[in-house]
T-cell receptor, first 114, second 113 residues
Framework: AQKVTQAQTEISVVEKEDVTLDCVYETRDTTYYLFWYKQPPSGELVFLIRRNSFDEQNEISGRYSWNFQKSTSSFNFTITASQVVDSAVYFCALSGYNTDKLIFGTGTRLQVFP | DADVTQTPRNRITKTGKRIMLECSQTKGHDRMYWYRQDPGLGLRLIYYSFDVKDINKGEISDGYSVSRQAQAKFSLSLESAIPNQTALYFC????????????FGSGTQLSVL
């Protein structure tokens, strides 16, 4: 069975702090895809990144970076120098090869205070 | 205008009533999805559709039905609403391949009293 665990329910930081959101997944598939989505207070989910299981390179996009480690089944998300606009719920998600069934974690609510 | 539009944004109804949530998209995507979000549970897939002739059940389809009226329209119905169907419902679309990123609507908050 596939499963995504986001153990951090809520994180609070002060602006400019770095923060890491954890994501641990379970799957028996050898080919799979991992995603991060952001849900700001407005409610609409916004895609952040997709990573396939054969690409373990870390990725950086501005203040955002992702660390994918198959050895620990983790796909962690770091925000550097956090800003108030980063306040949102962040979801990690997993899909097997060639399937439309996306398994979401329970989300981590990040609050960034000025 | 939003690429994926859901109506209504909010709805309060009573147990036993029939409810339809509508979704339309201007992205030209073939694949459309309905998810529900419950606090502490994340999002769960209700139904998805690859095209107007292809409807598939997700992990929690019981109590729901869908209709794909056109490539751009995908509606979700609750034939007889019950209180545990109170949730935030999202419509999403994706390009014509599996494992593509999803584009979400703004959601419909449904409350069943």
């Amino acid at each position: 069975a596939q499963k995504v665990t986001q153990a951090q329910t809520e994180i609070s930081v002060v602006e400019k702090e770095d923060v890491t959101l954890d994501c641990v997944y379970e799957t028996r598939d050898t080919t799979y895809y991992l995603f991060w989505y952001k849900q700001p207070p407005s409610g609409e989910l916004v895609f952040l990144i997709r990573r396939n299981s054969f690409d373990e390179q870390n990725e950086i996009s501005g203040r955002y970076s992702w660390n994918f480690q198959k050895s620990t089944s983790s796909f962690n998300f770091t925000i550097t120098a956090s800003q108030v606009v980063d306040s949102a719920v962040y979801f990690c998600a997993l899909s097997g090869y060639n399937t439309d069934k996306l398994i979401f974690g329970t989300g981590t609510r990040l609050q960034v205070f000025p | 205008d939003a690429d994926v539009t859901q109506t209504p944004r909010n709805r309060i109804t009573k147990t036993g009533k029939r409810i339809m949530l509508e979704c339309s998209q201007t992205k030209g995507h073939d694949r459309m999805y309905w998810y529900r979000q419950d606090p502490g549970l994340g999002l769960r897939l209700i139904y998805y559709s690859f095209d107007v002739k292809d409807i598939n059940k997700g992990e929690i389809s019981d109590g729901y039905s869908v209709s794909r009226q056109a490539q751009a329209k995908f509606s979700l119905s609750l034939e007889s609403a019950i209180p545990n169907q109170t949730a935030l419902y999202f419509c999403a679309t994706s390009l014509g391949e599996a494992n593509e990123k999803l584009f979400f609507g703004s959601g419909t908050q449904l409350s069943v009293l």
